[in-house]
């Protein structure tokens, strides 16, 4: 039968005996040599080795043969294309060329190795334990005794025939390292591994988790417990002397076999009033212990007096009301809740020896600016106490404004930043932004975002701006009216509760009472001029005192409140506002 299996009986008879009877599959493995077909009745045609198909009869010709028959004969070169070798073997390469006529074995052959020509020819070889043979018979072999790291590359060989055609071909040399459980450089050493761990010629035994030691058979990992039950407290109905107690056992394993579990009690074992420890203990065969203990506890039976029933029950009742009714009073009075736990529990911090409660950051010549010194700026210091520092009556004249601003926010316990359109667009209101986070980050003050118009849908928001948006709270100017005088005055609780607890809400003895409207608003009052006027007077005569030493750069007479346009000179000693 072909192409599937069958079966029959075999028997052996010694003796005219049967001694052994029994069944044999039969699976038959193809046709006879020379034949092919379905019934293996058909004459293979294929010549010079070649291999015939057994169900239709195609032929697999050898190195040097083409054609249906393989019967046609053809120039070929052949080489292995990879050849894995480890440390210390016997490497033999050999390249067979067929129906190739050559002239000189010796010079028609050449090997290469990673492109360089090997001169077998005046035995030069490239170390010591190489050697080519080049063979009348066809073909020539190229043999490294002891092979050793550098022997790994491509090896070419190329034949010339008597036509002066030349034939090339390359193959693939891998060096694999060294042989089974062997390491070191010249891989003389002995690994030996234990417990899974792999040989590596660089290290020799590399251990898994758990295990140590040249060949890793040190156990170092203790037996892990999975489950250990949880304290079980009984108090059972009837009086007995003992009480049966069950649980589930905690799961043990470890990493080596070796491994041995013991404990005190047993699910099912019966235990008496009182508290019993429960403990297990594993070994492994490295000695590492793990422990796992709980307890039982067998109370009498007994109960609770009536009176103590009661209270206990009244008491769930209100903690029950409690959690219903709590909820909703915590958010109608939460900002009253929050405004009492600020007041009580926030430090005082007018004992740190800075001059201000706030900075005012805000742009000139805005709308902004009339809010900061018509409404926030009475507001905070005469009805609030606070102190606030501002460009026009705090900044010392004459001093660069970088300097002002840098000194003022050092000596300022909060940065209040009056956001608007026109602040993320000013450069100087930038610069205090980068300041007052910079002392934000090293916890030496607090920033207040005060959103006077709404800026977040603004795309040229500068990253330091976004950044004290993204990550703090800002508080919004609801402005003024009937309709928002609640919202104004819960604005107003809001920002007091951010500004600095202080023990005395007023001005201490020796500081300016609180700013009046003429003396901070610019160019509203002949005082806050005659004062800047007077100054510039005291300045030009130390100018002449000095000779004309000093230019005088540029002298401006209506004193502008606008610092963001203030232009530093580069070429003057000093500029005189």
Same mark, same amino acid.
């Given at each position: 039968?072909?192409?599937?299996t069958?079966?029959?009986t075999?028997?052996i008879?010694?003796?005219?005996?049967?001694?052994?009877?029994?069944?044999?599959?039969? $699976?038959p493995? #193809?046709?006879?040599?020379? !034949?092919?077909g379905?019934? /293996? %009745?058909?004459? @293979?045609? +294929? =010549?010079?080795g &070649?291999a015939?198909?057994?169900?239709?009869?195609?032929?697999?010709c050898?190195?040097?043969?083409?054609?249906?028959?393989?019967?046609i004969?053809v120039?070929?070169l052949?080489l292995?294309?990879?050849?894995h070798?480890?440390?210390?073997?016997?490497?033999?390469l050999?390249?067979y060329h067929?129906?190739?006529?050559?002239?000189?074995?010796?010079?028609?052959?050449?090997?290469?190795?990673?492109?360089?020509?090997?001169?077998?020819e005046?035995?030069?070889?490239?170390?010591?334990?190489?050697?080519?043979?080049?063979?009348?018979?066809?073909?020539?072999?190229?043999?490294?005794?002891?092979?050793?790291?550098?022997?790994?590359?491509?090896?070419?060989c190329?034949?010339?025939?008597m036509t002066g055609q030349?034939?090339?071909t390359?193959?693939?040399? $891998?060096?694999? #390292?060294c042989?089974?459980? !062997?390491?070191?450089?010249? /891989? %003389?050493?002995? @690994?030996? +591994? =234990?417990n899974? &761990?792999?040989?590596?010629?660089?290290?020799?035994?590399?251990?898994?988790?758990g295990?140590?030691?040249?060949?890793?058979s040190?156990?170092?990992?203790?037996?892990?417990?999975?489950?250990c039950?949880?304290?079980?407290?009984?108090?059972?109905d009837?009086?007995?002397?003992?009480?049966?107690?069950?649980?589930?056992?905690?799961?043990?394993?470890?990493?080596?076999?070796?491994?041995?579990?013991t404990?005190?009690?047993n699910?099912g074992?019966r235990?008496e009033?009182?508290k019993?420890?429960?403990?297990?203990?594993?070994?492994d065969?490295?000695g590492n212990t793990?422990t796992?203990?709980?307890?039982?506890?067998?109370?009498?039976?007994?109960?609770?007096p009536?009176?103590v029933?009661?209270?206990?029950s009244?008491?769930a009742?209100?903690l029950?009301?409690?959690?219903?009714?709590?909820p909703?009073?915590?958010?109608k009075?939460?900002?009253?809740?929050?405004?009492?736990?600020?007041?009580?529990?926030?430090?005082?911090?007018?004992?740190?020896?800075?001059r201000?409660?706030?900075?005012?950051?805000?742009k000139?010549d805005?709308?902004?600016?009339?809010?900061?010194?018509?409404?926030?700026?009475?507001?905070?210091?005469k009805?609030?106490?606070?102190?606030?520092?501002?460009?026009?009556?705090?900044?010392?004249?004459?001093?660069?404004?970088?300097?002002?601003?840098?000194?003022s926010?050092?000596?300022?316990?909060?940065t209040?930043?009056i956001?608007?359109?026109?602040?993320?667009?000013?450069?100087?209101?930038?610069?205090?932004?980068?300041?007052?986070h910079?002392?934000?980050?090293?916890?030496k003050?607090k920033?207040?975002?005060?959103?006077?118009?709404?800026?977040t849908g603004?795309?040229?928001i500068?990253?330091?701006?976004?950044s004290?948006?993204?990550?703090?709270?800002?508080?919004?100017?609801?402005?003024?009216?009937?309709i928002?005088?609640?919202?104004?005055?819960?604005?107003?609780?809001?920002l007091?509760?951010?500004?600095?607890?202080?023990?005395?809400?007023?001005?201490?003895d020796?500081e300016?009472?609180?700013a009046?409207?003429?003396?901070?608003?610019?160019?509203?009052?002949?005082t806050?001029?005659?004062?800047?006027s007077?100054?510039?007077?005291?300045?030009s005569?130390?100018?002449?005192?000095?000779?004309?030493?000093?230019a005088r750069?540029?002298?401006?007479?209506?004193?502008?409140?606008?610092f963001?346009?203030?232009?530093?000179?580069?070429?003057?000693?000093?500029?005189?506002?």
């Open positions: 039968m072909v192409g599937g069958d079966s029959g075999c028997e008879v010694f003796n005219e005996l049967i001694v052994l009877n029994g069944e044999i599959d039969f $699976v493995q #193809g046709c006879p040599s020379g !034949k092919y379905f019934k /293996c %009745e058909d004459d @293979c045609i +294929c =010549q010079n &070649a015939c198909h057994p169900f239709n009869g195609a032929c697999r050898t190195s040097g043969w083409t054609g249906p028959a393989c019967d004969a120039k070929e052949v292995p294309k990879v050849t070798v480890v440390y210390g073997e016997i490497l033999n050999i390249c067929y129906n190739m006529l050559i002239r000189n074995a010796k010079r028609g052959v050449r090997w290469y190795r990673n492109g360089t020509y090997i001169d077998s005046h035995d030069v070889y490239p170390r010591p334990m190489m050697r080519i043979h080049n063979s009348n018979e066809g073909y020539s072999s190229l043999t490294i005794t002891g092979v050793v790291d550098s022997d790994a590359g491509v090896y070419s190329e034949v010339t025939d030349t034939h090339r390359s193959g693939q040399v $891998v060096f694999d #390292g042989l089974v459980n !062997k390491w070191g450089e010249t /891989c %003389e050493e002995v @690994c030996n +591994c =234990q899974e &761990a792999p040989c590596i010629r660089s290290e020799g035994c590399v251990c898994r988790a295990w140590n030691g040249t060949t890793c040190q156990d170092i990992q203790a037996p892990t417990i999975k489950g039950p949880g304290d079980i407290v009984l108090t059972p009837k009086k007995h002397s003992n009480f049966t107690v069950t649980w589930k056992e905690p799961i043990i394993t470890d990493n080596s076999v070796q491994l041995s579990v404990s005190n009690a699910p074992d235990f009033y009182g019993h420890t429960v403990s297990y203990e594993a070994i065969g490295g793990a796992c203990q709980f307890e039982v506890d067998v109370k009498k039976p007994g109960g609770l009536k009176p029933i009661g209270g206990l009244g008491l009742f209100l029950c009301l409690l959690c219903v009714v709590g909703y009073l915590g958010y009075y939460r900002h009253e809740i929050q405004t009492i736990i600020a007041d009580k529990l926030h430090p005082y911090e007018d004992d740190d020896g800075r201000f409660d706030a900075f005012i950051s805000v000139g805005t709308p902004d600016e009339v809010f900061a010194y018509r409404t926030l700026l009475p507001t905070l210091e009805k609030y106490g606070f102190r606030l520092c501002l460009h026009h009556r705090d900044f010392v004249i004459g001093e660069a404004i970088v300097e002002n601003i840098i000194t926010i050092k000596d300022s316990r909060r209040i930043l956001l608007s359109p026109a602040f993320v667009e000013s450069e100087w209101c930038d610069y205090e932004v980068l300041m007052a910079k002392e934000m980050i090293g916890l003050q920033l207040i975002p005060l959103m006077f118009e709404d800026i603004l795309e040229n500068r990253p330091s701006l976004q004290i948006l993204n990550t703090i709270t800002y508080i919004s100017w609801p402005g003024e009216g009937d928002n005088e609640k919202e104004v005055d819960k604005f107003w609780k809001r007091v509760k951010a500004m600095p607890r202080k023990r005395k809400q007023s001005p201490p020796g300016l009472p609180a009046r409207l003429d003396d901070t608003l610019p160019n509203s009052s002949s806050f001029i005659e004062r800047i007077t100054h510039v007077r005291n300045l005569k130390r100018l002449k005192r000095n000779n004309g030493r000093y750069c540029r002298t401006v007479s209506d004193v502008s409140a606008d963001d346009n203030t232009a530093l000179i580069p070429n003057c000693s000093g500029v005189i506002v």
